[in-house]
């Protein structure tokens, strides 16, 4: 049996269903940097998480690293791989210690055939990716530094932080190559957009690679 959760693809089908697609899985435990999934397998499988955040990587044709996409508990991960059979377009690496159950292709067939609105589930799923995935080539043709940088802390102060004494604290370590790597900046480029979004007042550092997002309404407004 799943945890409660309202995110992703569990939290859409509701607690029953839900369960029903975890059951049909093998359950697996790996530690942090473990590599889930490496660019090029197979798309046979997915994996739903259920504890823990993982990072899906490429490399540009220069060899820099591209950070495409962060996802935590609820969330399915090699989705639509696991559906058209290609080649898996990115790596999928451990943030931290990660607990997921690991669902075949034909697994997800059968639990899709047993009820059509679970398979409508599954396509809002696919839908909701590609959106995402479309809204950040638009973002890469029409906003600066400042504004990408601005829009992918809005993102992680959303769904991944907790409240504390200042704002929002950022739960997954952040350095300025991260999000380097996430936003296609230099290193450089996004140390400034920091500085000016500390100026701002929308974000200050806590200490090596940790975040506080002051006033995330800030962040939104510069990455509009």
Same mark, same amino acid.
């Given at each position: 049996?799943?945890?409660?959760?309202?995110?992703?693809?569990?939290?859409?089908?509701?607690?029953?269903?839900?369960? #029903? @697609?975890?059951?049909? =899985?093998? $359950?697996?435990?790996?530690?942090?940097?473990?590599?889930?999934?490496?660019?090029?397998?197979? =798309?046979?499988?997915?994996?739903?998480?259920?504890?823990?955040?993982?990072?899906?990587?490429?490399?540009?044709?220069?060899?820099? $690293?591209?950070?495409?996409?962060?996802?935590?508990?609820?969330?399915?991960?090699?989705?639509?791989?696991?559906?058209?059979?290609?080649?898996?377009?990115?790596?999928?690496?451990?943030?931290?210690?990660?607990?997921?159950?690991?669902?075949?292709?034909? /697994?997800?067939? $059968?639990?899709?055939?047993?009820?059509?609105?679970?398979?409508?589930?599954?396509?809002?799923?696919?839908?909701?990716?590609?959106?995402?995935?479309?809204?950040? /080539? %638009?973002?890469?043709?029409?906003?600066? #530094? @400042?504004?990408?940088?601005?829009?992918?802390?809005?993102?992680?102060?959303?769904?991944?932080?907790?409240?504390?004494? $200042?704002?929002?604290? @950022?739960?997954?370590?952040?350095?300025? /190559?991260?999000?380097?790597?996430?936003?296609?900046?230099?290193?450089?480029?996004?140390?400034?957009?920091?500085?000016?979004?500390?100026?701002?007042?929308? @974000?200050?550092?806590?200490?090596?690679?940790?975040? %506080?997002?002051?006033?995330?309404?800030?962040?939104?407004? %510069?990455?509009?």
């Amino acid at each position: 049996m799943v945890g409660p959760t309202t995110r992703g693809l569990l939290g859409a089908l509701g607690r029953a269903d839900a369960d #029903a @697609l975890s059951s049909l =899985g093998v $359950e697996r435990r790996l530690p942090a940097n473990s590599v889930i999934f490496h660019e090029g397998d197979a =798309g046979d499988r997915f994996v739903v998480l259920l504890e823990g955040r993982v990072k899906a990587t490429t490399y540009s044709l220069d060899g820099r $690293e591209v950070l495409l996409n962060i996802q935590g508990p609820g969330e399915a991960v090699g989705l639509a791989g696991a559906i058209d059979g290609g080649g898996r377009s990115a790596s999928v690496i451990a943030i931290d210690a990660v607990r997921f159950v690991s669902i075949s292709t034909e /697994q997800l067939r $059968e639990f899709v055939h047993a009820d059509p609105d679970r398979a409508f589930i599954v396509m809002e799923e696919l839908v909701a990716w590609f959106r995402r995935a479309n809204r950040r /080539q %638009v973002e890469f043709g029409t906003l600066g #530094a @400042l504004g990408r940088v601005a829009r992918q802390l809005a993102f992680l102060a959303d769904d991944f932080s907790e409240p504390s004494a $200042e704002g929002l604290a @950022l739960t997954i370590p952040v350095s300025h /190559q991260d999000l380097a790597n996430w936003v296609g900046a230099s290193r450089e480029a996004v140390g400034k957009a920091m500085q000016q979004l500390e100026r701002l007042g929308a @974000l200050t550092t806590t200490g090596r690679r940790k975040l %506080v997002v002051l006033d995330v309404e800030i962040l939104r407004t %510069v990455g509009e």
